[in-house]
Nanobody, 121 residues
Framework: QVQLVESGGGPVQAGDSLRLSCVAS????????MGWYRQVPGQQRELVAS????????????SFGGSLEDRVTITRDKDKNALYLQMSSLKPEDTGVYYC??????????WGRGTQVTVSS
């Protein structure tokens, strides 16, 4: 089906910016929508932002970090089968494992293994 590999996470300071990348391979023609999700221990995986094949974006309302739309930008390069998440003004509550997800035409969802983002104050 579709394989996803994230990169770009790491330790940063509050106020820093970070760009996460995700590269898709396999049957990428099956992808309808891609998104970034965040998960912290003991909590459910939450949507950060998603983008459709036509470029329409949506943002989650996760229980962290306040308003996201002012601080994140999600973009997609279909030629490279890549998805990006640019985050700015990072806060300690943005810490978590960030997963790349792809909604497939067959009604399934593919996930990457995640990349850890740790924001220290």
């Amino acid at each position: 089906q579709v394989q996803l590999v994230e990169s770009g996470g790491g330790p940063v300071q509050a106020g820093d910016s970070l760009r996460l990348s995700c590269v898709a391979s396999g049957h990428t023609f099956m992808i309808n929508r891609m998104g970034w999700y965040r998960q912290v221990p003991g909590q459910q995986r939450e949507l950060v932002a998603s983008i459709t094949n036509s470029g329409a974006t949506s943002f989650g309302a996760p229980s962290f970090g306040g308003s996201l739309e002012d601080r994140v930008t999600i973009t997609r390069d279909k030629d490279k089968n890549a998805l990006y998440l640019q985050m700015s003004s990072l806060k300690p509550e943005d810490t978590g494992v960030y997963y790349c997800g792809a909604e497939l035409t067959i009604g399934l969802y593919s996930w990457g293994r995640g990349t850890q983002v740790t924001v220290s104050s």
